[in-house]
Structures are given as C-alpha cells and as structure tokens.
C-alpha cells in the first residue's frame, strides 16, 4: 500500500474554528474563543450530538487525512490531529538543538505533567501510570515481570492478541509454563457466562489470567470488572489488555478494578504512533519486574518501567495534546458518534441474508470496532478488492472460529464514506466478487 503524505499548512488543516482550543489559544485568543462557543453549543444529548453534522465537521477538519481514500482500519493505528502533529515537531526540534540538554534536561521533567494528566483522565494515582511505547511492550512488562515456575499456568482465551499469545508460548518453550486457552462466543451477550468460563479453565496451577477489554478481532466488550472480583478471590492477577478501549468509550480505572491494565495511545486517542500506557497498582509495582534492569531503589517507581535507554522527548509531551482534543470533543459525544457510524453501515448490511455480523450492537457490548462476513465471499480477498479497486482500507480477521472483515471508522470519517463502503459491500452481496482480470 503506498504512503501518503498530506502536509497542509498547521492553520489550514485545523480550520475554523477547531476542537483543540487550548492549543490554538497560544496562536490566537479570539479563535479559540470560537471554539469554545462551537463546543458550549452542544449541550443536548451524547446520542443528538452524534448526528450533528456540523460538529463532526469542525472536528473532521482538525485532521490531515487523505480524503481520496477511506481510511476503516483506525483500529490498528489512527492519523493524530494537525495540533499533535504540530506538538511533536516543535518538541522534536527543539530536542535537536542541543539533544543532552534539551531532551534529556529540559523535556523529559515535563513527562510529569503528561502523567499527571492521565491518572487524572483514567482515574487513578499518577504514580500508577508508565508512559509506555504501545499495549504490547507494557503487557510484555506484566507477561515478563511475574516469577513463573515449570507447570504454572496462564489462562486466556482464544481470542487474544497473537503478539500477547506469543508472548506465554515462549515462556512455555523457555521455561516450562503452560498456556490454556479457551473459546468464548462469538458475539457475547452474556457476561455471566464470559466468568464462568474464565472460572471453569481455572485450576490450582493457574497464576496468571490475561484477558481483553475490547478484542481485537471483533469489538467484543468483556466483563473485565466480574472476572478480576472472580479471580482475585483466588489470589489470581488479571492483566487486561485495553489495546482497543482508551478514549474509545466511556470507562474509568474503577470500572475496572484490575490491578494491571495496558492499551496503546495511538488508536482511539490520537496520540503519536509509538506511545502507550501501563497501570499498575501501586501496592503491585514492587512484585512486578521491569522488562528491562532497573535499579534496586526503583523497585516500588513506576519509572521502572521506562527504563529503555535512550527515547524520544517529542512523542510523549504531544500526548497532552492528544488528551486536550479528546477531552474537547467529550467522552461520551465521541463514543456516541462512533456507535453511530457503526450502526449506519452495519444495521444496513444485516438486512442482507448473507451476511454475519460477529459483533454484538448492544453498546454495552461494543463501540466502533465492528466485524462483518458475506457468505461465500473469502474475507481476504474482499479486504484486498476493497482497497484495490476502491481505495477503503479495512483489516481480514481469519479466526479458527470465525472470519469477516475488520471495520473501523473514527471521528474524522464521514458520514458519505459510510455510505459508500456500504454502497460497494452491497454490490459485492449482490454480483459477488470480480473474476481476476475482470474490470
């Protein structure tokens, strides 16, 4: 797939006026105070909000996307808006000026702020939160940092990130561990049911449970706060991978009650590709090793979990303004708005006798992230001649279970290029995929 730049000049790509106020406040004062007006008059329900298309476009306009193409795979990684574009470049040019002063003493104290910033939005004690390159490093950190003997067991489903599967099937290569895993249905409506499975596969050798927030493969919602009470009573640590829930819908750290949770800032956050986050509990961080040596009067510093060598500054300072656009548009007008885009194409789609939907459309059960199957279409082939003949990104799930196509929209997608990805799946329901060589 080629690579496309757009670089439109920083005022130009935000518009008029933005969802970034804070940001464009130290450009100019009068617009940002448009732009809080803009935002102040969205004062109805998430669910109105959803629908206004005059608000989703102020907030498409923050964006540098290539409108030529449509971009449904922000579940992998998502474009970040011009102003944190902006911010990483003023802090990354910045670091070049004199790199062992500017970065390392100038820059790396404001990580603090950006910390502070996060426990805030999540819920929690700042000194509970590592500032982390994506989901994967900081569940590997957790995957790693338990002392596991021959014979123990880590329990998960089938359904789990492959990179995190991979990551216990070497612990069992290397040292004798066991992995078991376990099938969950596909969509899950009963949350009772998600426990009781997680329970009925636990044994006296279970000393781990790794379990998803959101799966990846089809938007799935789990009951993470039922499983931790289940398995905390059992002295049984969950690590919850939330690669695909921060900033994407509406939760907080006690919502979950888990003791160690993941996700990567470059998904539904917007944040700059390569950054993450990890919570631990603070009475947990000192029975936690670090991924990599960190010294001994580290044990109890979250920090610990930094310790990577050298890093980039810039990244993680344009976190903040990361978190400043989320925080402006609102938790719940976004989710409502991703919910949105999901049902216009998805309830369209399901009229259709051939098609499956494997993702729930109950929000307690899923956001943006939606998987959908044609019957007799092979769900690779349709990813390929979605984007070669018409230019719509979106990602192929096979699963021994299950298979289909992977779909997500974001808030800077449009409600045509909904349309028109349902346009072409219909046609695709109908006549059924080109023959090769057929135009």
Partial sequence: MPTVYDRRSFLGALGTPVVAAAVVATLDPMRAARSLEALSSHTGAASDVARDESFWFEVQQAYTCDRSLINFNNGGVSPAPAVVQEAMKRHLDYSNLAPAHTMWHVLEPQREPVRERLGRFFG??????????NASEGLQICQFGFDLEPGDEVLTTNQDYPRMINTFKQRERREGIKLVQFSIPVPAEDPEEIVRRFESHITSRTRVILMCHMINLTGQILPVKSVVEMARRRGIPVLVDGAHSFAHFEFTQKDLDCDFYATSLHKWLCA?????????????????????????????????????????????????????????IGSAHKSARLRYLRD??????????????????KPEFSC?????????????????????????LVTAIKHDEFEGIRVTPHVYSTVHEVDRFADVMEKVIRDGLPQTGEM
Avoid at 124 to 133: G, M, S
Avoid at 344 to 361: G, N, P, Q, Y
């Fill in 272 to 328: 700059p590709h390569g950054t993450g986050l990890l919570y631990v509990r603070r009475d947990q961080i000192g029975k936690l090793w670090p991924l990599m040596a960190a010294a001994e009067k580290q044990d109890d510093d979250i920090r610990k979990f930094e310790e990577i060598g050298t890093h980039p500054a810039a990244n993680y300072l344009a976190i903040a303004e990361a978190l400043t656009f989320h925080q402006g």
């Fill in 124 to 133: 929690c004690d700042p000194e509970e939160i590592a500032l982390t390159r």
């Fill in 344 to 361: 216009l194409w998805a309830k369209r789609l399901i009229e259709h006798d051939r098609v499956r939907l494997h993702t729930s459309l």
């Fill in 368 to 392: 943006a992230l939606a998987t959908v199957q044609v019957e007799g279409v092979d769900s690779v082939e349709l990813a390929r001649h979605l984007w070669r003949e018409h230019r719509i």
